[in-house]
């Protein structure tokens, strides 16, 4: 087999490529039609990074794995968006495969390489299935069934499930924002999903970037239809009313909303023996951590 192969989609959706010291050419296919040529099939190991331009790209070349077994142990690696720190780069094939190729130490750091499997698998059918469709659909809806994050929901008593299936197709996967040392560190998928004091200040001149992403992870949990606040599981509703109803009440229910989510999240993508999430840390009753230990056991049995 040959070398490393660095795969891209470009906005008009055709694949770029790069291998054996040839930083980057367009090969004028689909990524459909990508998967059927030579370069593909013969290298040893592909890399792409996990955006949703490539999302189709990532599907075709995982399906085709999975049904020819000459490919099975071939691995398909991802890597982080943040390998290109800005929108512009991302969208350029020819520096993306030449950072894939030759990362700066920034983007070394930065790329977070791992496997792709079936949860990636997951992830990117998702994101595929609601991309450019103003409604969530039933088929979406399907699909995200089998998403790390849709057991968890059940722990809440009422959730906006579509705008959680947005935020998840957001975000894609965890692992692109967290620190490896310290995985409990949260505060860069925090930034990235717009949940800063200025998207919750009542003035609007005060918004600051992202304030359609804060508004995502707002909607996911504050729902019309208010839960029994004084039940354990409500407990983002309790932060709310700690702080008055108020603004940074809201941005602190909604941080601990997407915490309680992504810490799970992390949990299922990386097969931890030790958990991530420690009930007796994140909550702050008794009755909290006995209602989630209660969830658990009903959910493992």
Known sequence: MNGDLRVHTAPDGVVWCGQNG???RCTGFSPEEFITQSVFKTASVIRALGTPDNSRLLLEMYERHRKAPALARRQILIASPNLCPIRSLVQDPEEVLRRIWQPDVT???AA???SMGPVNFNAHMLELSVRGN???TEKSRTIFRYHPVFSVLSFFEKVDVDFVI???CLIIDPR???NTERPNRLSKVMRFSG???ANFSESADSWGRYRDRALLVRGSWC????PDIDAPRSFVWRILEHHGGSSTGMLKASQSFLRFLVLHWLQELRGSKRPLFDPVLFFKTEAEVAAYNEHVSRARS
């Open 22 to 24: 040839i930083s980057a």
């Open 107 to 109: 983007a070394r750091l």
């Open 112 to 114: 977070n390489w791992h």
């Open 134 to 136: 103003k409604e969530i």
């Open 166 to 168: 947005r935020l998840v």
């Open 176 to 178: 692109w924002f967290t």
């Open 195 to 197: 949940l800063t004091p």
């Open 223 to 226: 729902v019309d239809d208010i």
